[in-house]
């Protein structure tokens, strides 16, 4: 069962219209959700998605590592059209980012299972007015064991 992390902490999926990748969305109107596998979106791709935003409920991006800055670009870029429907992040995501996710303009991060039992909510937080911070408070010590 998938575990949505919001501001509010851990939330049971309440998407239920499922999701279709960007070459499948038709130009029927309705409220469908797309997943995004990548967030580098060729010309095309892009010119597609931005034609089809109005029409989506939910644009679902795939982060494909910890570090993915492609995705919270893509994130920034799409809220830039205008869109407010649901930006939703998934796969390779930390609760380190959450402030950086939700600052790029996704609304939420999808968990698996796995992922919300090795990361529980606590450490989720949003710090919209500041930065997340370090564990530990600052730089380790130079005799401090790296762990």
Not at 111 to 140: F, H, I, K, M, T
Request: proline share 8%; glycine share 10%.
């Amino acid at each position: 069962m998938t575990i949505l992390v919001k501001d509010g902490g851990f939330m049971p999926e309440d998407w239920q219209a499922g999701y279709v990748p960007l070459a499948a969305l038709s130009n029927a109107p309705g409220q469908a959700g797309v997943d995004l596998s990548t967030p580098q979106l060729g010309r095309e791709e892009w010119a597609r998605l931005c034609r089809l935003l109005p029409q989506i409920g939910l644009v679902r991006v795939k982060m494909r590592h910890f570090g993915d800055v492609a995705a919270l670009d893509l994130a920034q870029a799409i809220r830039r059209t205008g869109y407010r429907g649901r930006l939703r992040a998934h796969g390779a995501v930390l609760a380190r980012i959450y402030t950086m996710a939700r600052r790029a303009g996704f609304d939420e991060i999808e968990l698996d299972p796995e992922q919300a039992r090795r990361q529980p909510a606590e450490p989720w937080r949003n710090v919209p007015d500041g930065s997340p911070a370090r564990r530990g408070g600052g730089a380790p010590r130079r005799d401090a064991p790296i762990r």
